[in-house]
């Protein structure tokens, strides 16, 4: 087995969708960055990568390339796990939690589980994400931005028979 481990953060401002784990979640602010921002996808592919000691999203993907400008994080999420699947990794699980002062993003858990497990084409028991506040302190706290923690463990295709 393999863990890797990934984090996120981006800004909150005005005039952006807010979109976790695929899910565009009603808010008056969204997160500001060269894709859709997706901090959930964003930590859980660095997760992923860090896993398989694969690099991380920036070197995957840069961050200014032109053709992914608001590109969907769950596109960018795919083509990361096709290059481990292509390795012959098995996510065995994935656990995420969010850090957000606001919104509450409670009810919005489920489709994001969703969302992941369709991408990483496993059971949705396989598949975590939870959500948590700073309880009013830091920046986080302030509601300047969202951050996000991943973990994910894979099944080493050295190991599998
Ligand atoms: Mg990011």
């Given at each position: 087995?393999?863990?890797?481990?990934?984090?996120?953060?981006?800004?909150?401002?005005?005039?952006?969708?807010?979109?976790?784990g695929?899910?565009?979640?009603?808010?008056?602010?969204?997160?500001?960055?060269?894709?859709?921002?997706?901090?959930?996808?964003?930590?859980?592919?660095?997760?992923?990568?860090?896993?398989?000691?694969?690099?991380?999203?920036?070197?995957?993907?840069?961050?200014?390339?032109?053709?992914?400008?608001?590109?969907?994080?769950?596109?960018l999420?795919?083509?990361?796990?096709?290059?481990?699947?292509?390795?012959?990794?098995?996510?065995?699980n994935?656990?995420?939690?969010?850090?957000?002062?606001?919104?509450?993003?409670?009810?919005?858990?489920?489709?994001?589980?969703?969302?992941?497990a369709?991408?990483?084409e496993?059971?949705?028991?396989?598949?975590?994400?939870?959500?948590?506040?700073?309880?009013?302190?830091?920046?986080?706290?302030a509601?300047?931005g969202?951050?996000?923690?991943?973990?994910?463990?894979?099944?080493?295709?050295?190991?599998?028979?």
């Open positions: 087995m393999r863990v890797g481990v990934g984090w996120d953060v981006h800004r909150l401002v005005p005039g952006r969708p807010l979109v976790l695929g899910v565009t979640v009603p808010f008056p602010q969204g997160l500001e960055g060269h894709s859709d921002a997706d901090a959930l996808c964003h930590a859980l592919i660095d997760a992923l990568l860090g896993a398989a000691a694969g690099g991380d999203i920036g070197r995957r993907f840069g961050v200014d390339d032109p053709a992914r400008a608001g590109a969907s994080s769950l596109v999420l795919q083509e990361a796990w096709g290059t481990l699947k292509a390795r012959g990794y098995r996510v065995l994935v656990d995420a939690t969010l850090l957000a002062e606001a919104p509450r993003l409670a009810p919005h858990l489920p489709g994001m589980v969703a969302n992941l369709g991408v990483l496993v059971g949705m028991d396989r598949v975590s994400v939870k959500a948590t506040t700073a309880k009013g302190m830091g920046w986080i706290g509601g300047e969202i951050a996000c923690i991943a973990v994910a463990a894979l099944a080493d295709p050295a190991d599998l028979p």
